[in-house]
């Protein structure tokens, strides 16, 4: 336990402000989760590995010579085809099944992803230098490293583009209408299979986006997946599903909520933290709900 | 549900030859010990998962829990446990074999009840969420406890906890039969248990949670105090193949071998669909077939064997969601006691 937070409030500032900026990009990574929940309602166990997947995409190009800030743009396009081919393989298969299923069935994704990044690419942790330096606030008090800036910028940039893109495009809303009901839509001469090819695709590339950045800001790992599915899960069940201003709102409160718990538990529980949160998030949800049954009743 | 002469045949039958296994298989009594733990875990998970419909992938936590409380009972009951994990492979300390097997069986009675306690206390909040939600919520209290008991100095923290090594008594196999007995022993228990549990009119009210919850409900059955059973003896008996385990092991680490969520946590899981869910053998056979496969992976493509495993857990959950068990009731209902009307087998078959 440690108590610097309180005593120095910089400390605090500093920890604010990281965890706003690693905030949004769990927003963007919670975005790709409502989506393909709301549309196609799979929970994607594999969320965190595709992010992870995007993160070495980058990495490789780094170690290629080529500025890693290249991977935004690469790790998307590579990641939409992944993205589609999963769901040719898998998830095509288990779109109208049981919730269970497709949690079980990405699970045993998850897994795969991880073991065959683990051959590909070593189980060392590794991180994609930008060079980008770092900002100094408040009097040299407050470090902020570019990358994180320029990450968050990103992510912004993409969110707000697909948002548009989610309203006006043909696809867009053909997207909004499988979410709506899929039969009606399907009824209407919309082609399901391809919406929910396209929007499993699209979740996969905005994962590639974000762990391209996680890449550059942070660092990776093969077996550090899980922890971001179930932080883009705790998002999305907080937000509900399409709601993006929630979406946003919430993912920065979980960057908040990580880095106290940084300082003020240690290193060693945070994703600990993070996972006894969605428990206590689960269990408050259960008594707020069962408290709407009584009504009912 | 009686025993009738052609079961009780069998039953004699599987107790003679689980007798008589180390003794046939002198070189595999480590691996069937191993088995009849997954056995274990398969078939508690079964209650909760496969009767009542609350798919689970948390009980983990209770197995992690028991290993780590029979190992510390055990080391604790007779020396100070900060000192034994501070001097880790050292031993300093050594048990005479009467303080190892009285330590082991208090160990084991700990190991057992506290994790049914515990699956008690957190039911009434946990249980109350439906489906999905439950199935991540367990995922996440799991993968917690394997976070938080890495961070705990006092049972090793991150660099793992060293069970009481066997003592030396006579012969240098006495530690696998003593093993392979223990897990038969509970193995039998557990089957026996579960056996009359599924006899009772408690199994059908389980059933009645899992096809409809709010029906039950509206029957006049407190659901939620029989989920909340049905939870703590599935808690019972993982806690309890969680000891054994790490005596077996030798060695506990809090996230690769306590609570494995990526491994343990997911093979009882798949051993009971890959059996048959909701059924009293799916998850026996299940547990077998996958634990001969396993072996057979592990040892011939070593460092594939997540690929395979992933692999696997993609197979089985779309081709064969209704498992073994499930497959043979299609292919044979009699056998099943089911009665299947001539016409209307004909009639679907013209429909089809």
Known sequence: MDFMVFQYPMISVQACLDGVLLGILFALIAYGMALQWGVMNIINIAQGDLVILGGYIAYFMYLYGIHPAWGVIVAPVVMYFVGIAIYKLVINKVVDRDLFISILATFGISILFMQLMNFAFGADVVLANSDYGTTMLFNNNVVLPNSKIFSAFISILFAICLVIYMKKSKLGRAIRATAQNARAAKILGVDTEKVYAATFGINAALCGVAGALISITFTIHPYMGLPYTIRSFMIVIVAGLGNLPGVAMSGMGLGVFEEFADYILGTEFRIGSVFLLLVLILVYRRFKLSRKREYLK | ?352
């Open chain 2, 1 to 352: 549900m009686s025993i009738t002469k052609n079961n009780l045949i069998l039953y004699i039958g599987i107790l003679i030859f689980g007798v008589s296994a180390p003794f046939i298989f002198p070189a595999f009594k480590v691996q069937l010990s191993i088995l009849c733990v997954l056995i274990v875990l398969a078939t508690t998970w079964n209650i909760q998962g496969g009767e009542m419909g609350y798919n689970s992938f948390g009980n983990i936590l209770f197995y992690g829990l028991g290993m780590y409380l029979c190992a510390s009972v055990q080391v604790g009951m007779f020396f100070p446990l900060a000192e034994w994990t501070e001097s880790g492979g050292e031993k300093t300390f050594v048990h005479t074999p009467a303080q190892f097997f009285q330590g082991m069986a208090v160990g084991l009675i700990v190991a057992a009840v506290i994790p049914a306690i515990v699956a008690g206390l957190i039911g009434y909040s946990i249980l109350g969420l439906r489906g999905h939600y439950f199935a991540i919520c367990t995922l996440g209290l799991g993968v917690a406890a394997g976070e938080i008991s890495g961070g705990i100095e006092i049972i090793g923290a991150g660099q793992g906890f060293t069970t009481p090594p066997f003592p030396d008594v006579g012969s240098l196999d006495s530690r696998g039969e003593f093993f392979y007995f223990l897990s038969f022993f509970v193995l039998v228990l557990t089957f026996i248990a579960v056996r009359g549990i599924y006899s009772t009119r408690f199994k059908l009210i389980l059933n009645a949670i899992r096809d409809n919850e709010d029906k039950a409900e509206a029957m006049g059955i407190e659901t939620m105090k029989y989920k909340i059973v049905g939870w703590m003896i599935s808690a019972f008996f993982c806690g309890l193949a969680g000891g054994i385990m790490g005596g077996l092991v030798g060695y506990i680490d809090s996230t690769d071998v306590a609570f494995d969520g990526r491994e343990m946590g997911v093979f009882m899981v798949l051993m009971a669909i890959l059996g048959g869910k909701g059924t009293l053998w799916g998850p026996i056979i299940g547990a077998t077939v996958f634990h001969i496969f396993k072996e057979g992976f592990w040892t011939f493509f070593l460092g594939w064997q997540y690929v395979a495993l992933g692999v696997l857990i993609v197979v089985i959950v779309i081709y064969f969601p209704e498992g073994i068990m499930g497959w043979l009731r299609e292919k044979y209902p009699e056998r099943f006691g089911e009665v299947v009307d001539e016409k209307d087998r004909k009639a679907q078959v013209e429909l089809k």
